[in-house]
């Protein structure tokens, strides 16, 4: 799991990266709106982490799996939008519970970020990626 987990997390920055990236380039350079250019974003960094945690971090989860890339992918997403919605919840409770914190909206920012990449680890190791039944190994 550990070493899962570290992958995991490296292609979460991949992610962040292309989500950032492509945000960027909607908004300042093609005058998208930014609501718009956020749903484009991040359903462009959830295909790309999707396509790079099934071929690297969960390759040999994968390879015995017997479910449509659709079907893994449908799930991949339902997994990342709670994610994104752990995320949130706490950064709106660590608001809540420090209103000061508002003046650094980084440190919620982090906290929330952790929530959410525990969310999408264990959603996606224990449902999308899951091994099939059988043998442990």
Do not use: H
Request: net charge positive; charged share 10%.
């Amino acid at each position: 799991m550990g070493t899962e987990f570290i992958r995991f997390a490296v292609v979460g920055a991949i992610g962040f990266a292309v989500d950032a990236g492509v945000l960027t380039v909607l908004v300042s350079g093609q005058g998208v709106g930014v609501y718009a250019a956020r749903a484009v974003s991040f359903g462009i960094a959830v295909c790309v982490t999707w396509l790079v945690n099934r071929q690297w971090t969960f390759a040999q989860r994968t390879a015995d799996r017997r479910t449509s890339a659709s079907a893994e992918y449908a799930r991949y997403l339902a997994v990342q939008v709670a994610g994104a919605l752990a995320n949130l919840g706490v950064f709106v409770v660590a608001l809540a519970v420090q209103p000061g914190l508002i003046r650094y909206p980084v440190v919620p920012l982090a906290i929330g970020a952790v929530a959410g990449l525990v969310v999408n680890f264990v959603g996606s190791r224990a449902w999308v990626f899951a091994l099939p039944p059988g043998p442990k190994r």
